[in-house]
């Protein structure tokens, strides 16, 4: 099965200043890699997704990048702000496939201080 | 708010004890996800539904059982607990046609079990 491998486990940051968290990915059949934040005392929420057939995507202060050669995938938070600690997780899974199931990093705990 | 409702929010009980935890998924989902987040396991793909009929079964225990209703609904049972199933369960649906693409999560159910 896939394995998701996500670094690093904790990341501490200045408001203002950019956050990268990396993950790698082992089943070349993954498509889809979607990227989650979870708030202390809630359920994960998708915040970006992107598809093997792109490169890079970017919704305001949050990018994601991949290098399927590579088989890696980045998550890019530029200026960062207090309201965004919260736990990142990266997930990768086949796009189409019926199996249903996103194979999830083991988190990544963002802290930005003020 | 997610749009996925899981009761209940929390649940205390004693080893070899049979407990049953609820989930609604959103409005119109017909598919059902259900993972276990544990501090040492990260999140784990336990099972999913799809419109009443299993589709895929990951990391999930014997002692475990799940089902979704005609109503869309779900349910899992989780019996002759151990310590070692104390853990947060989380419920998740996704308007795909059985893809685990775009998941919404619940908030999820912290179980402990003494």
């Known amino acids: 099965g896939e394995n998701v491998e996500q670094h690093p486990s904790t990341l501490s940051v200045q408001e203002g200043d950019s956050a990268v968290i990396k993950c790698t990915y082992s089943?070349?059949?993954?498509?889809?890699f979607p990227w989650y934040k979870q708030e202390l005392g809630k359920g994960p929420q998708l915040i970006i997704d992107?598809?093997?057939?792109?490169g890079e995507k970017k919704d305001q202060r949050i990018a994601v990048t991949l290098n399927k050669t590579a088989k890696h995938f980045s998550l890019h938070i530029t200026e960062t702000q207090p309201e965004d600690s919260a736990v990142y997780f990266c997930a990768a899974s086949r796009e189409g496939s019926t199996l249903g199931r996103l194979y999830f990093g083991r988190g990544t705990q963002l802290t930005v201080w003020p | 708010d997610s749009g996925v409702t899981q009761t209940p929010k929390h649940l205390i009980t004693a080893t070899g004890q049979r407990v049953t935890l609820r989930c609604s998924p959103r409005?119109?989902?017909?598919?059902v996800y259900w993972y276990q987040q544990s501090l040492d396991q990260g999140l784990q793909f336990l099972i999913q539904y799809y419109n009443g009929e299993e589709r895929a079964k990951g990391n999930i225990l014997e002692r475990f059982s799940a089902q979704q209703f005609p109503d869309l609904h779900s349910e899992l049972n989780l019996s002759s607990l151990e310590l070692g199933d104390s853990a947060l369960y989380f419920c998740?649906?996704?308007?795909?046609?059985?893809?685990?693409?775009?998941?919404?999560f619940g908030s999820g159910t912290q179980l402990s079990v003494l």
């Open positions: 089943d070349s059949a993954s498509n889809y």
């Open positions: 992107i598809r093997s057939n792109v």
């Open positions: 998740a649906s996704s308007p795909s046609q059985g893809r685990a693409e775009k998941l919404f």
């Open positions: 409005s119109g989902d017909l598919s």
